[in-house]
């Protein structure tokens, strides 16, 4: 059965459709969402930046951690340390290890894209192993992370030969994901994360006397009390 509809009704209904597509389009053109009670745009311009080859990055992106803290460092100093080239697929033990070396905290991070931006915005940066290429040829690669821009939604990473190297949040997650969502934080013993969590601080604390940096974890320890 047809059914016919008044004029009336069918200029109701297309200045309804009308006012739904105007609706829609000035929804896309507002910005993103801000990463949660965070800064719109971040950038750490004082991190050292070490440029080389990728299969170098852990090496680089150690040293700019250090060299952010004030140790005198270079990544060929770290060559022998971390046991380069041949450990090169071990590094997920060797930069904690070399680092609380030099009396650092190795502080890990949560498996969250939003954690690692809150410590960008509080100047931390922060150390990420990700995953570069396709599916049947990437490779992990090393960097650290200085920024962010949430209204392009994109990571500011110290990576490879590549001072800026800008990556969406999407990708970023997707190639952070596959290698595990490894991140970590290299701090000075009296320099507390943002939003710290008291037993992971302490953990790492008692890693780092472990290591023999007995002095260094007390003051890590007593920095919570401050």
Not at 66 to 86: A, F, H, M, N, Y
Not at 200 to 209: G, I, K, Q
Request: charged share 20%; proline share 6%.
């Amino acid at each position: 059965m047809l059914h016919l509809f008044p004029t009336s009704c069918v200029r109701a209904r297309r200045l309804l459709a009308a006012s739904l597509l105007a609706g829609l389009a000035g929804c896309a053109s507002q910005p993103p969402v801000s990463p949660k009670g965070l800064p719109q745009r971040v950038e750490i311009s004082s991190v050292p930046f070490y440029r080389g080859h990728a299969n170098h990055g852990g090496a680089m992106a150690l040293a700019a951690m250090l060299s952010q803290q004030g140790v005198r460092i270079t990544p060929g100093l770290l060559d022998k340390p971390l046991g380069l080239p041949e450990a090169a697929d071990d590094l997920e033990v060797g930069i904690p290890r070399v680092a609380r070396d030099y009396g650092m905290v190795v502080y890990s991070l949560d498996k969250r894209l939003q954690a690692l931006l809150t410590q960008v915005a509080a100047g931390n940066p922060v150390l990420v192993r990700y995953r570069d290429g396709a599916a049947f040829w990437g490779e992990s690669r090393y960097a650290v992370m200085i920024g962010y821009d949430a209204y392009e939604q994109r990571v500011l990473l110290r990576s490879g030969m590549n001072r800026r190297q800008r990556m969406a949040f999407d990708d970023f997650n997707s190639a952070w994901e596959k290698e595990g969502n490894w991140a970590v934080l290299v701090q000075p013993p009296r320099h507390l994360p943002a939003q710290v969590d008291r037993q992971r601080w302490l953990r790492a604390a008692e890693e780092l006397a472990g290591a023999g940096q007995e002095l260094a974890a007390r003051q890590a320890v007593s920095a919570l009390e401050q």
